[in-house]
Antibody
């Protein structure tokens, strides 16, 4: 069974750094893009960017370029998204998603809640 | 403001059909056959319903179908069932600058 298991909920203060993870199993992790998607409380889905584990190629949404960094460690089948200086507006649920093709996001992780509050 | 425009809400009675629209531009929906639809129940992760405009992953009921005309894609839910009550999101490839854009989501209520 294809699965993405994300790291647990985080509570951080503004200005702190954070790295959340997404571990894939049940498929050849290196061969499929992984996207990250944000959902702010009560709001819709926003695509942040994606990474191809085989060569770590990344693509970012213009809205998130420079705001987050997406990385991967294919040796442990894990993708990451990190922030170097969190803001209250980063409070959201974050999902990782395995692609079926480069254009199709297929299998979703369970989500990681990030709360940024002083 | 979302890149793709969806109605905020839609509703129908059990057994009826409902269609949700997703309007973009020639730079996204109209320019590529890479439109997907997702269903999200409250507190749950989204689930892929439709990809490449009309294709269904295995396990998705045939009651869900989709199409595209010009810059507008549509999702139709036939024979509404109570469990279809959820939020529905469209997404499209938007070229090598924007890559992926989502619609704002439509809350489907089964009356």
């Amino acid at each position: 069974e294809v699965q993405l298991v994300q790291s647990g909920a985080e509570v951080k203060k503004p200005g702190e750094s954070l790295k959340i993870s997404c571990k894939g199993s049940g498929y050849t992790f290196a061969n499929y893009w992984i996207s990250w998607v944000r959902q702010m409380p009560g709001k819709g889905l926003e695509w942040m960017g994606k990474i191809y584990p085989a060569d770590s190629a990344t693509r970012y949404s213009p809205s998130f370029q420079g705001q987050v960094s997406i990385s991967v460690d294919k040796s442990i089948s894990t993708a990451y998204v990190q922030w170097s200086g969190l803001k209250a507006s980063d409070t959201a649920m974050y999902y990782c998603v395995k692609h079926y093709t480069i254009y199709v996001m297929e299998v979703w992780g369970q989500g990681t809640t990030v709360t940024v509050s002083s | 403001q979302s890149a793709l425009t969806q109605p905020p809400s839609a509703s129908g009675s059990p057994g009826q059909s409902v269609t949700i629209s997703c309007t973009g531009t020639s730079s996204d929906v109209g320019g590529y056959n890479h439109v997907s639809w997702y269903q999200q129940h409250p507190g749950k992760a989204p689930k892929l319903l439709i990809y490449e405009v009309t294709k269904q992953p295995s396990g998705v009921p045939d009651r869900f179908s989709a199409s595209k005309s010009g810059n507008t894609a549509s999702l139709t839910v036939s024979g509404l069932q109570p469990e279809d009550e959820a939020d529905y999101y469209c997404t499209s490839y938007a070229g090598s600058s924007n890559f992926v854009v989502f619609g704002g989501g439509t809350k489907l209520t089964v009356l």
